[in-house]
């Protein structure tokens, strides 16, 4: 295919990278203002900085959410998949699965709880069932993975205080 041809056809990449831009600002949005509202001045909530593959690495990978108990320096890192009708975002999340290297360098920059990142899933794909069986499939041995629809609030509390919260006060996961 020519360069004429590949500059003028339908982007559905460019369109998904600002969609899922968006999702993670309005995820870091919300879990601050909730964060700060119920437990005012116990956790810290930001963009992480990116961690390098290796320590020697100049390439780095970049998650979408870092909150941190003040009291006990416990950090839990979020990232969040959105993904519309066309794209990979449950393959892309393969690198967070728990015993690779990436987690184990997540592991290695942050005190973390037992599970260093939990995986959040949004958009349409958490209402199909092609996305749903893969997803479960694929991360069936990781039990912090989590199918959000965009307008559930309830879900996305129930998230923070069960998984998230729990983690940072050092509590060991009941699964």
């Known amino acids: ?13 460019k369109e998904a990278r600002i969609s899922g831009d968006d999702n993670e600002i309005r ?10 509202k119920q437990y005012p001045g116990e956790y810290e909530v930001k963009k992480p900085e990116g961690i390098r593959y290796d320590k020697n690495e100049k390439y ?8 941190t108990n003040r009291s006990t320096g416990i950090t839990a890192l979020v990232e969040n998949k959105k993904q519309e009708d066309k794209g990979n975002a449950q393959e892309r999340a393969c690198k967070f ?14 005190i973390t709880g037992e599970y260093a ?3 959040v899933f949004s958009g349409s794909m958490v209402s199909k069932l092609k996305y749903i069986t893969e997803i479960k499939t694929t991360f069936a041995k990781h039990p912090k993975v989590f199918l959000l629809d965009d307008g559930s609030e309830d879900k996305k ?13 050092g509590i060991p996961d009941a699964n």
């Open 60 to 67: 780095k990978f970049y998650l979408d959410c870092q909150i």
């Open 1 to 13: 295919m020519a360069a004429e041809h590949l500059a003028n056809r339908e982007n559905w990449q």
């Open 97 to 110: 699965y728990p015993g690779t290297g990436n987690c184990d360098r997540v592991k290695e920059e942050h």
């Open 27 to 36: 995820w870091l949005s919300w879990a601050t203002e909730y964060l700060n």
């Open 157 to 169: 509390i129930a998230f923070i205080e069960e998984c998230i919260i729990p983690q940072l006060n």
């Open 117 to 119: 990142v939990f995986l």
